[in-house]
């Protein structure tokens, strides 16, 4: 069977290790696998944040397209694709996105993963929020497909680590595109049962 093909953008946001969670995750799902883009200002925060190398995060990737490629696959409707994961997204990738401004394979791939109406997932990552940031994640939030994610750290779950949070919300950004993680723990109620599964 030919497996699902989940694009993955990696802009120069804060929230490299949540992008390497979720390429472990894509590539522990039988029937999934990953096309990683990652802007350059993406590889500048990788070397901040992260103790894996360029090539470390894209040794996770099963295909790596470059940001200044606009012609590669996934800037055409007609390529296959699951939809398309931008983690982390930057406020200048959201403004793009909702301006149709695509001056980049990122840009271009989440303008085609809009247009013909697959999942887009954005973990967007900035703090405090300013009323041109609302503005834009509102207009987006209202196109179907489009669904923002922000990392923001949960508790319910009772994580021992930062590890634990990070797979928590890798996992809970790749749910929209039918991948499981596994040991992901869902909220259960507040039952005598538990919290969480």
Not at 31 to 41: E, F
Not at 81 to 87: F, K, Q, S, T
Not at 132 to 138: A, E, G, K, Q, S
Request: charged share 20%; aromatic share 6%; net charge negative.
């Amino acid at each position: 069977m030919e497996k699902k093909t989940i694009i993955v953008g990696a802009t120069g946001a804060s929230g490299m290790p949540v992008l390497e969670q979720c390429l472990r995750l894509i590539r522990s799902a039988a029937d999934y696998q990953s096309c990683l883009i990652m802007s350059r200002n993406g590889m500048l925060t990788l070397e901040q944040e992260s103790a894996c190398s360029r090539g470390e995060i894209e040794a996770l990737a099963d295909q790596i397209c470059s940001p200044d490629d606009i012609g590669a696959g996934p800037a055409s409707g007609t390529w296959k694709a699951a939809g398309m994961l931008i983690v982390p997204c930057s406020m200048k990738t959201a403004a793009g996105i909702v301006s149709g401004y695509t001056d980049n394979l990122i840009l271009r791939a989440a303008d085609v993963t809009i247009k013909e109406q697959r999942p887009l997932v954005l973990a967007v990552r900035e703090t405090p929020l300013s009323p041109i940031h609302l503005r834009n994640l509102y207009q987006l939030s209202v196109i179907p497909g489009v669904r923002i994610i922000p990392p923001m750290l949960t508790f319910y779950h009772r994580p021992e680590s930062i590890s634990d949070m990070v797979y928590h919300i890798a996992a809970k950004l790749l749910e929209p595109f039918g991948v499981e993680a596994e040991g992901y723990r869902r909220w259960k109620g507040t039952g005598h049962e538990g919290i969480c599964d």
